[in-house]
């Protein structure tokens, strides 16, 4: 159980173009759920907090117009990643909070490139 | 939260057990420990997590230190598929359930 799938897993698009990425919970509901982002040899870094029935909340510096994250449903939150440029290209991460288990559960990614 | 430190990097034997410290000295009462480790190119998986007492689960066990200013990740049974990136974290109880990824220790498992 507490499986998280993202979609796509890979995705290359041309620089100026938007790109959506999908995050499901599969076996369970979350009302919160992250997304992260990883650069080449680094760590993973937050970029927002998706809440269910409301707006995301951004970390400092994460334009939340370049962002854009939309959690409509308890086991679907998406990214939308808007005018993408190739300084976008990195592998993204979201995950999804199993509240009854204090345990927060991460998909497998999705490695963008922006050519 | 607080913060933790890790070694960055360390070697064990297939078979042997492997050893994961990692300081939290200014962990606060109401703060758990929490694992993770990731393996290349995947997202985090998550391992084990605790508040004062030890934990183990199938994967691994949790020792923290009396005092909570330490603890110890030890994978009793190394295999090559245990090669990741395995980090500490430590989380408030907060509702807000962030969590902030340091590092973390390379360990890379050698036949």
């Known amino acids: 159980g507490a499986v998280v799938s993202q979609h796509p897993s890979r995705v290359i698009c041309k620089s100026g173009t938007s790109v959506k990425i999908e995050c499901r919970s599969l076996d369970f509901q979350a009302t919160t759920m992250f997304w992260y982002r990883q650069f080449p040899k680094q760590s993973l870094m937050l970029m927002a907090t998706s809440n269910e029935g409301s707006k995301a909340t951004y970390e400092q510096g994460v334009e939340k117009d370049k962002f854009l994250i939309n959690h409509a449903s308890l086991t679907l939150s998406t990214l939308t990643v808007t005018s993408a440029h190739p300084e976008d290209s990195s592998f993204y991460i979201c995950?999804?909070?199993?509240?009854?288990?204090?345990?927060?559960?991460f998909g497998p990614g999705t490695r963008l490139t922006v050519l | 939260d607080a913060k933790t430190t890790q070694p960055p990097s360390m070697d064990c034997a297939e078979g042997r057990a492997a050893n994961l410290p990692c300081n939290h000295s200014?962990?606060?009462?109401?703060?758990?420990v929490y694992w993770y480790r990731q393996i290349h190119s995947q997202g985090p998986q998550y391992i084990i997590h605790g508040l004062k007492n030890n934990e183990t689960n199938e994967m691994a066990s949790l020792i923290i230190t009396e005092d909570r200013k330490s603890s110890t990740l030890i994978l009793p049974h190394a295999t090559l598929r245990d090669t990741a990136v395995y980090y500490c974290i430590v989380r408030g109880v907060r509702n807000d359930y962030k969590l902030s990824f340091g590092a973390g220790t390379t360990v890379t498992v050698r036949a």
């Open positions: 995950s999804a909070v199993l509240a009854s288990r204090n345990e927060q559960f």
């Open positions: 200014t962990i606060s009462g109401n703060e758990y």
